[in-house]
T-cell receptor, first 111, second 114 residues
Framework: GQQVMQIPQYQHVQEGEDFTTYCNSSTTLSNIQWYKQRPGGHPVFLIQLVKSGEVKKQKRLTFQFGEAKKNSSLHITATQTTDVGTYFCAGRSFGNEKLTFGTGTRLTIIP | GAGVSQTPSNKVTEKGKYVELRCDPISGHTALYWYRQSLGQGPEFLIYFQGTGAADDSGLPNDRFFAVRPEGSVSTLKIQRTERGDSAVYLC????????????FGSGTRLTVV
């Protein structure tokens, strides 16, 4: 079955440093979504990417979808303490509405 | 409602008992999903409903797990003969129908089997 892996599993950064998490799918995706889960909370939808090579920005967050639609990345510029949490990518295969979630990257910030 | 509501928020049960977990999705959302999340892991797909019918139940781990959505709104996840390995947070999400909608998750039910 489809597998979605993320690296790194954990990332500790000083406040103000940049952060990047990478997502790789075992199969070509129809689209990919990103979610943020705060400690003790539930996943919250951030964004969806659909087109090959697509890049989207939300303030300090930049999301990319690979040309082959099998990988994606999330980059946060100048991290803040509010960025703490686990970031999950989640991919959809063609003709399939369910999302397969990645393993997640847990971000902690050192003030 | 304004969001996805899940009840109870916490459930402690003895091994071998039967439990029901309820999910009340956002009004008008036809798609409803159940996921299970263990500590330090990503959400793991269990079952997906489109309206009243289970469109994909390939993630249910075994026949002790069953879910219904009789009127196309509220859904109940039922677990028979619970085992300690069933302990996890059970998340429900709803969305509009189609491939291009994000999920809105509920706060989850933390199930502990002792």
């Amino acid at each position: 079955g489809q597998q979605v892996m993320q690296i790194p599993q954990y990332q500790h950064v000083q406040e103000g440093e940049d952060f990047t998490t990478y997502c790789n799918s075992s199969t070509t995706l129809s689209n990919i979504q990103w979610y943020k889960q705060r400690p003790g909370g539930h996943p919250v939808f951030l964004i969806q990417l659909v087109k090959s090579g697509e890049v989207k920005k939300q303030k300090r967050l930049t999301f990319q979808f690979g040309e082959a639609k099998k990988n994606s990345s999330l980059h946060i510029t100048a991290t803040q303490t509010t960025d703490v949490g686990t970031y999950f990518c989640a991919g959809r295969s063609f003709g399939n509405e369910k999302l397969t979630f990645g393993t997640g990257t847990r971000l902690t910030i050192i003030p | 409602g304004a969001g996805v509501s899940q009840t109870p928020s916490n459930k402690v049960t003895e091994k071998g008992k039967y439990v029901e977990l309820r999910c009340d999705p956002i009004s008008g959302h036809t798609a409803l999903y159940w996921y299970r999340q263990s500590l330090g892991q990503g959400p793991e797909f269990l079952i997906y409903f489109q309206g009243t019918g289970a469109a994909d139940d390939s993630g249910l781990p075994n026949d002790r797990f069953f879910a219904v959505r009789p009127e196309g709104s509220v859904s109940t996840l039922k677990i028979q003969r619970t085992e300690r390995g069933d302990s996890a947070v059970y998340l429900c999400a709803s969305s509009g129908s189609g491939q291009f909608y994000g999920y809105t998750f509920g706060s989850g039910t933390r199930l502990t089997v002792v």
